[in-house]
């Protein structure tokens, strides 16, 4: 089965076509209209494994915040539609990820359960032009759409820059494991016999 999903999103803030699959090999295609997120999505999708397209238009002419927040909308929805019925995924995932002095770790429960537990303090207020505020924006939204419970702990960093990567690289293998179909998982890992 093709665990794959198409959103789009169309506000008088954003307009967005986003198409996510689970089971890729780690190409993407960014119009993000914001170049640090496609930056760091870029890595996201590199390091787990997905497949991830995004045309966004948005009123980056006032800053980048609707574009960001809702690109994180769609693709948390996108991730949860992909999923479908969760039936055999490992359902955690958790990935340590150094960049240079920085040392990110992400631990995700695909849970259904929304919750962002975010431990990251960033030197800097912006990187290039991109607020860094809006990381935890991102994540946040992330989070609540996918219905996942997700936590991000940066350990140690002196640049922002390093962590932030960190953080989306660390993101994307976690969500490779937690989204990994196991042969020996029978339905989904819940003794509640749902997710």
């Given at each position: 089965m093709e665990r794959e999903a198409s959103i789009e999103r169309n506000t008088n803030e954003t307009k967005i076509r986003l198409a996510f699959a689970i089971d890729g090999d780690g190409r993407s295609n960014l119009e993000t209209g914001v170049p640090f997120m496609s930056h760091m999505l870029d890595l996201f999708t590199k390091h787990g494994l997905f497949n991830l397209t995004i045309d966004a238009k948005g009123d980056i002419e006032v800053d980048d915040h609707?574009?960001?927040e809702d690109i994180g909308i769609c693709l948390g929805q996108?991730?949860?539609e992909a999923l479908g019925d969760k039936?055999?995924?490992k359902r955690y995932g958790?990935?340590?990820?150094?960049?240079?002095e920085a040392l990110a770790q992400v631990v995700?429960?695909?849970s259904n359960r929304p919750h962002l537990e975010m431990r990251a303090e960033f030197p800097a207020q912006k990187v290039g032009t991109f607020d860094t505020e809006l990381v935890h924006e991102f994540l946040w939204k992330l989070a609540l759409?996918?219905?996942m419970n997700l936590h991000v702990i940066v350990h140690y960093g002196k640049n922002t820059h390093h962590i932030i990567e960190a953080i989306f690289k660390a993101l994307?293998?976690?969500l490779d494991e937690a989204t990994t179909v196991d042969p020996r998982i029978k339905g989904v890992p819940s003794t509640k016999g749902m997710l």
């Open positions: 609707h574009t960001t996108a991730l949860l039936q055999g995924i958790n990935s340590f990820v150094p960049m240079d995700v429960d695909l759409e996918a219905r994307g293998r976690a």
